[in-house]
Nanobody, 117 residues
């Protein structure tokens, strides 16, 4: 079992910044990709960013240039630095961690991000 603890959400004005963090603990072996998703009220959960073990990252088009995903393999953490936030970024943000052998995905409990206009 892998437990994920998220932190860093909150309320910020348009143009502001927030940093989300996710720490994995428990039976951590063979961690794979780490990612952030979000779900706005009334909408489906959507992919935001992912990062491989070697540091290759991919982003949702609308957050490119504003969000940066980073991971620390020694600490089993993944962060999402969010700059120039917009009201449409308002959502509950979830951390997702994949493991190998056998493959499985773990989700965090979610952290609320609210951007006021």
């Amino acid at each position: 079992q892998v437990q994920l603890l998220e932190s860093g959400g909150g309320l910020v004005q348009t143009g502001g910044s927030l940093r989300l963090s996710c720490a994995a603990s428990g039976s951590i072996r063979n961690l794979g990709n780490m990612a952030w998703y979000r779900q706005a009220p009334g909408k489906q959960r959507e992919f935001v960013a992912t990062i491989t073990v070697t540091g290759f990252s991919t982003y949702l088009e609308s957050v490119k240039g504003r969000f940066t995903i980073r991971r620390d393999n020694a600490k089993n953490t993944v962060d999402l630095q969010m700059d120039n936030l917009k009201p449409e970024d308002t959502a509950v943000y979830y951390c997702k961690v994949e493991v190998h052998g056998p493959p499985y995905a773990y989700w965090g409990q979610g952290t609320q991000v609210t951007v006021s206009s």
